[in-house]
């Protein structure tokens, strides 16, 4: 009986190890895969992420952010010559308009000093920007010595070219003043919220 209760306890403990590490890649009802595939590299789930927006605090999008080795510490990841895949997927209708507003607010925020040097290529990326349903991705997948390269909704737009931008883009949600401190702390690891 001991020797029951005890393979009990153990398939016990494995079903739940096995429910708290599918919680970690879904939020808001929108499931992530563990790991995705990028240039012949495998890219872990770091983290996932709520937009939050306006003082109601209506959920905009749930953000995925995979790097090649998980941390907590943003640094190590802006930092990283590795490269890195920020998929926003969103849970409300967004217009171009308020993507491409939303990305410049963030660019001010994030990169202050840089922005006469970035300006172009953010003006590029706001041009590449739709209308997005409910249900629709934008997949922004950065490569070290390239750039980043621009996914709306399965159409590829094109790659932003740059390091400088790739680390200013992704020090919007990473950097000392994202749009809301849930997303970072979620694409950090913690909890989506």
């Not at 992420?49 to 995925?64: E, H, W």
């Not at 849970?91 to 607010?105: K, P, Q, T, W």
């Not at 010595?145 to 790739?166: M, Q, S, Y």
Request: hydrophobic letters at 45%; glycine letters at 12%; one cysteine or more.
């Amino acid at each position: 009986m001991a020797v029951g209760r005890r393979v009990a306890l153990l398939c016990g403990l494995i079903l739940s190890l096995g429910a708290g590490s599918a919680t970690a890649k879904e939020c808001a009802g929108v499931n992530f895969p563990d790991q995705v595939q990028v240039d012949g590299s495998t890219l872990t789930l770091n983290g996932l992420g709520m937009r939050k927006a306006t003082l109601l605090k209506l959920d905009v999008y749930v953000a995925a952010l995979y790097v090649a080795t998980a941390t907590r510490d943003p640094a190590v990841i802006l930092d990283s010559k590795t490269p890195t895949r920020l998929v926003l997927h969103f849970v409300r209708a967004v217009g171009a308009g308020d993507i491409s507003n939303g990305f410049d607010e963030g660019f001010a925020r994030s990169a202050k000093d840089q922005l006469p040097a970035l300006r172009d290529r953010i003006a590029m990326l706001d041009n590449w920007m739709v209308d997005i349903q409910t249900g629709q991705q934008m997949t922004f997948t950065s490569r070290p010595g390239t750039g980043v390269l621009v996914d709306v909704n399965g159409a590829a737009k094109g790659t932003i070219r740059g390091d400088d931008f790739a680390r200013a883009f992704l020090s919007i949600w990473l950097g000392a003043n994202p749009p809301n401190v849930e997303i970072k702390r979620g694409l950090l690891g913690g909890a989506c919220t």
